[in-house]
C-alpha cells in the first residue's frame, strides 16, 4: 500500500503478524543483502499439486508434521541463507529445532545440525567462514551458549561458559568479536547438587513488578552486555550494575555499540526504555541518546537500534505515550548517532513500524508495517534519493501455506528452503476468505472465514468464532493449524480483528481502553452475525474460544449471547481485581484503570463476566498452563468454580509445568483434540 512518504519495493510481499509484539526479525548483511522476516499473504507459488484422488484432509497428527521455518540470515556474499527449522518431537515429547541454509539460486539444501539438543538463532562471521548459533546442548547448565560452526567443515564449537546463559548475540562488522546479552545465573543453582537436594530458599521480594511469566519471581538477577574474543574465547562484561540491556548494535567501524536499557530511582515502576551509546570495550561509560518519555525499541518488539552505513545516524522505533500501553503506535524515527534531536520518517502514518534496516547507500530504510491483517516489507526516505537494490530473503507464509524462505530481489519472489512441500502436496486445505461487516454501532470491522475443504453453497455448517489474544493483536493471512483442524473437522471457522486490535491505526486499538469486553464483543458478535446471514452458519450451532485475551473476550461473549452451544476459555480472567497483583501487569492495571481502592468502579466494570457469570448458559471448556504468571490459574479457577456453583456444565484442564504459552507437544495435541471433543459434544446434531 502507499502512504506519504513511504513506498513498498517492488513487488512488496503482503504479510501478517499474529502478535502484538510479533517475533519479527529484519538483519542487514552486506551489499545491502536482508534477511527479513515477514509473513506474505497470497502471492506466493504453492507446492507441485498432487493428483486429486491422493488429497486428504489435515488430520489431528498431522501437528507433528508441521516444519516452522523462522529466523532467514544472508550470508555476506549472499550466496547461502541460513534458517531455523522447528519440529514437534511426538516420540520425546519436546520441541526441536535444527539449522540449515539454501542456496541462492535455490537448487542446494543442506542440514547444518541433527543433534537432539535445540540449535537457532544462526548469525554468519563478517568474512562468512563461519555461522554461529545458540544451543543448549552438551552445557551442564542447560541454558543457550554460543557454538560456531566453521563452513569449512569439523564439528561446531561452543565459545562461551555463561551459567545464565546467552539471550542474544550480534557479530561485529570487523575483526571476531561478539558482543552479547546474557543473564545473570542463579545464585542458588551455584550452590551445587547437595544445596539443591535440601529445602529451597525461601523466596524474598522487594521489587515492585516481581513476577514475569517463565522468569517466575524476580529477584536481583539482570541481562548484561558482554564482549568475546572469538579467537582467545575470552568473555567480558561491558555494562556491570543494577539495570537490564538489551538489543545491542554495533556500529560499523565496530567501535561502537548501541543499545536499549530502562534505568532510573525505581525501573520497575515505568515503561521509559531509551537508547544508550558506548565504546566497545569494558569499562566503557554508557551515553544516553534518546530522551522521551516514552518506550523506545520496547524489547517486546525485538527491534534493535540501527546504524546507518556511515555511523552518523541511528534508526529506532520511538513509541507512544506511556499511559496508553500496548496501545500506542510504534513510529520509524531516526537520531544522530552523536546526540540530538529525534526526527520520525513517517509521522502521519498510524501503523506500527518495526525492524528498521537501512540500504546499503543510507538514503532509504526498510521497515515492516503492520495494516490491516498483513505486514508489509516497506521503504521510506531518509534523507532524499532512491535505495540501491539488493539481496532480500523473506519469511513469507499464507492461508494454506506455512511459513518458507523467499528470495525477493527485484520483482520476484521465488522459494529457496520447501520444508513443507511434501506434506502440503497430500493435503486438501480450507480456502480462507477476508471479510468486512459492520458492528452494532456502524463500526466498520474486518475478518476472516476458513471454509470446510468440501465447503457446498447453500449449506449451513456448525460455526466456531476464533479471538485472537493480546488485546492488541491481529488475525491475518496466514496458516493457522487450529483453523484448518477446524474446518477439516466440518466446521465453519468465524474469526475478526474487532476494536482494540493492532493494524487499524491507534485510535482503532485504544477504543477500548479502559473499556474491555464492551465494543470488542460488539465487533466479535457482528462477525457471527455476518456468517449467519450470508448462509454460511448455522445460528443453532455456534462455538467460540481463544487463548489469552482471545480467552477473556470469549468470557465476555458467553456472559451477554446466551446464544453459543459451546465455548473454550484459554489461560483467560474474567476479574480484573483477582488479577491485580497476581499477573505481570502491575504497569498495565495502574496506567489503565488505576488502582483498585480509587476506581473500584471500573474494575467491577471491565470483570462483567465474573461479577455477571449467572448470565452464562454456555458449556464452557477452560484450560490453563500450571505456572502460567502472565494470566495465573487462578482467574481460570475461579471462572470454572463460578460456574460449578451455577450447575453449569464446564471442564477445567491443567498443564503441568507449562506457562502462559504451551510448549510440550503433548500438550499442544491434546488441547486441540479437547477443543474438537468439546464442541463436536454439543455442536453436532
Known amino acids: 500500500m502507499d502512504r506519504p512518504g513511504i513506498s513498498p519495493p517492488p513487488a512488496p510481499p503482503s504479510s501478517t503478524a499474529s502478535s502484538r509484539s510479533p517475533r519479527l526479525r529484519a538483519e542487514r548483511t552486506r551489499a545491502g543483502a536482508f534477511a527479513v522476516v515477514a509473513v506474505a499473504a497470497a502471492l506466493l507459488p504453492g507446492p507441485p499439486p498432487a493428483a486429486a484422488a491422493e488429497k486428504r484432509f489435515l488430520a489431528l497428527?498431522?501437528?507433528?508434521?508441521?516444519r516452522t521455518v523462522s529466523d532467514p540470515q544472508i550470508a555476506p556474499d549472499g550466496a547461502w541463507v541460513a534458517y531455523t527449522v522447528r519440529t514437534p518431537d511426538a516420540k520425546e515429547d519436546k520441541q526441536n529445532s535444527d539449522l540449515y541454509m539454501t542456496s541462492w539460486d535455490g537448487a542446494k539444501t543442506v542440514r547444518l545440525t541433527s543433534s537432539k539438543a535445540k540449535e537457532h538463532t544462526p548469525r554468519w562471521s563478517p568474512d562468512g567462514e563461519s555461522l554461529a548459533f545458540l544451543s543448549p546442548r552438551d552445557y551442564e547448565a542447560e541454558t543457550d551458549q554460543i557454538w560456531i560452526l566453521r563452513r569449512a567443515g569439523g564439528e561446531a564449537e561452543r565459545v562461551t561458559d555463561l551459567k545464565g546463559g546467552v539471550n542474544d548475540y550480534v557479530w561485529s562488522p570487523v575483526g571476531k568479536r561478539i558482543v552479547l546479552v546474557a543473564g545473570d545465573p542463579d545464585p542458588d543453582a551455584a550452590e551445587g547438587k547437595e544445596a539443591a537436594a535440601k529445602a529451597p530458599k525461601p523466596i524474598v521480594i522487594d521489587r515492585f513488578q516481581f513476577k514475569e511469566d517463565i522468569e517466575g519471581y524476580l529477584g536481583k538477577q539482570r541481562d548484561h552486555l558482554y564482549l568475546l574474543d572469538v579467537a582467545a574465547r575470552k568473555t567480558e562484561i561491558l555494562t556491570p550494575g543494577e539495570f537490564n540491556e538489551l538489543l545491542p548494535s554495533w556500529s560499523p567501524n565496530g567501535a561502537s555499540i548501541a543499545f536499549v536499557t530502562?534505568?532510573?530511582?525505581?525501573?520497575?515502576?515505568?515503561?521509559n526504555w531509551d537508547i544508550y551509546v558506548m565504546d566497545a570495550k569494558p569499562g566503557a561509560a554508557p551515553r544516553q541518546l534518546t530522551r522521551n518519555d516514552v518506550a523506545d525499541c520496547h524489547p517486546e518488539w525485538e527491534s534493535r537500534p540501527a546504524w546507518s552505513p556511515d555511523g552518523s545516524q541511528i534508526a529506532y522505533l520511538q513509541g507512544?505515550?506511556?499511559?496508553?500501553?500496548?496501545?500506542?503506535?510504534?513510529?520509524?524515527?531516526v537520531i544522530p548517532a552523536a546526540g540530538g534531536t529525534p526526527r520520525l520518517l513517517a509521522p502521519s502514518l498510524d501503523r506500527d513500524a518495526t525492524h528498521p534496516r537501512w540500504a546499503?547507500?543510507?538514503?532509504?530504510?526498510?521497515?515492516?508495517l503492520e495494516d490491516d491483517g498483513n505486514v508489509h516489507l516497506a521503504r521510506v526516505p531518509a534523507a532524499g534519493g532512491k535505495a540501491e537494490g539488493g539481496r532480500v530473503a523473506v519469511l513469507s507464509g499464507a492461508p494454506q501455506e506455512p511459513d518458507e524462505v523467499f528470495a525477493l530481489q527485484g520483482a520476484d519472489l521465488r522459494p529457496l528452503s520447501r520444508q513443507n512441500q511434501e506434506l502440503l502436496a497430500g493435503l486438501r486445505l480450507a480456502a480462507v476468505e477476508e471479510t468486512s461487516f459492520r458492528s452494532k454501532d456502524g463500526t466498520e470491522v474486518h475478518g476472516f472465514v476458513a471454509k470446510p475443504p468440501d465447503f457446498k453453497a447453500g449449506v449451513k455448517y456448525p460455526a466456531i468464532l476464533r479471538i485472537h489474544g493480546g488485546p492488541v493483536s491481529q488475525f491475518g493471512n496466514e496458516f493457522m493449524f487450529d483453523w484448518q483442524l477446524l474446518a477439516a473437522h466440518g466446521y465453519l471457522v468465524v474469526a475478526a480483528n474487532p476494536r482494540g486490535s493492532s493494524g487499524r491505526g491507534e485510535a482503532f486499538s485504544k477504543a477500548i481502553?479502559?473499556?474491555?469486553?464492551?465494543?470488542?464483543?460488539?465487533?466479535v458478535l457482528a462477525a457471527v452475525d455476518d456468517a449467519v446471514a450470508r448462509g454460511l452458519a448455522d445460528p443453532d450451532r455456534l462455538g467460540v474460544g481463544g487463548w489469552s485475551y482471545g480467552g477473556m473476550l470469549t468470557n465476555y461473549t458467553i456472559a451477554t449471547d446466551p446464544r453459543f452451544k459451546a465455548a473454550a476459555s484459554g489461560a483467560s480472567i474474567s476479574n480484573a481485581l483477582a488479577g491485580y497483583g497476581t499477573d505481570q501487569y502491575i504497569r498495565d492495571y495502574e496506567n489503565e484503570l488505576g488502582t483498585p481502592w480509587k476506581n473500584f468502579d471500573v474494575y467491577a466494570r471491565v470483570s462483567f463476566p465474573f461479577f455477571h457469570a449467572d448470565r452464562i448458559v454456555t458449556p464452557t471448556l477452560f484450560l490453563c498452563g500450571e505456572k502460567d504468571f502472565n494470566v495465573p490459574l487462578l482467574n481460570s479457577e475461579q471462572m470454572y468454580q463460578a460456574?460449578?456453583?451455577?450447575?453449569r456444565d464446564a471442564m477445567l484442564v491443567i498443564y503441568p509445568g507449562q506457562y502462559h504459552g504451551l510448549t510440550r507437544p503433548s500438550y499442544l495435541k491434546d488441547r486441540l483434540e479437547r477443543y474438537l471433543g468439546w464442541y463436536d459434544k454439543y455442536l453436532r446434531k
Not at 643 to 647: D, Q, R, T, Y
Open 320 to 333: 507512544g505515550p506511556q499511559v496508553l500501553i500496548a496501545y500506542a503506535v510504534y513510529q520509524l524515527a
Open 61 to 66: 497428527d498431522d501437528f507433528f508434521a508441521v
Open 360 to 368: 546499503a547507500d543510507g538514503k532509504s530504510l526498510y521497515f515492516l
Open 262 to 271: 530502562k534505568r532510573g530511582k525505581d525501573f520497575d515502576r515505568h515503561d
Open 643 to 647: 460456574l460449578k456453583s451455577l450447575g
Open 513 to 523: 481502553f479502559a473499556d474491555w469486553g464492551n465494543k470488542d464483543t460488539q465487533d
